[in-house]
Nanobody, 123 residues
Framework: QVQLEESGGGLVQAGGSLSLACKAS????????IGWFRQAPGSGREFVAV????????AYGDSVKGRFTISKDNSKATVYLQMNSLKPEDTAVYYC????????????????WGQGTQVTVSA
């Protein structure tokens, strides 16, 4: 079992920045890759970024490349998502999730999900 808890969402103006955190807990949490997804109203779940605990390799969705950065702190069992140059279309509920399929961008391969945190970007 892996438990995930997101924090750091909020309201920001376009062009601004926010940082999200995902704290993982559970006996086997270190075996999992942690990814971020987002879901806007009326839309499906979109892949944002993923990182692996083992080597820190990362992958990003096309819509966030160059603006978002995923990082991790193994000592705190926490994965961060730094979001810069935010746009109104980044508005969504952001979820972190855990997968044993290393680095996958496909949501159905993620076994554990956090409760989500709202990010709202005003124009």
């Amino acid at each position: 079992q892996v438990q995930l808890e997101e924090s750091g969402g909020g309201l920001v103006q376009a062009g601004g920045s926010l940082s999200l955190a995902c704290k993982a807990s559970g006996r086997t949490a270190s075996r999992y890759s942690i990814g971020w997804f987002r879901q806007a109203p009326g839309s499906g779940r979109e892949f944002v970024a993923v990182t692996r605990w083992s080597d820190g390799n990362a992958a990003y969705g096309d819509s966030v490349k160059g603006r978002f950065t995923i990082s991790k702190d193994n000592s705190k069992a926490t994965v961060y998502l730094q979001m810069n140059s935010l746009k109104p279309e980044d508005t969504a509920v952001y979820y972190c999730a855990a997968t044993l399929q290393r680095g996958t961008t496909i949501s159905r391969f993620y076994e554990y999900w956090g409760q989500g945190t709202q990010v709202t970007v005003s124009a």
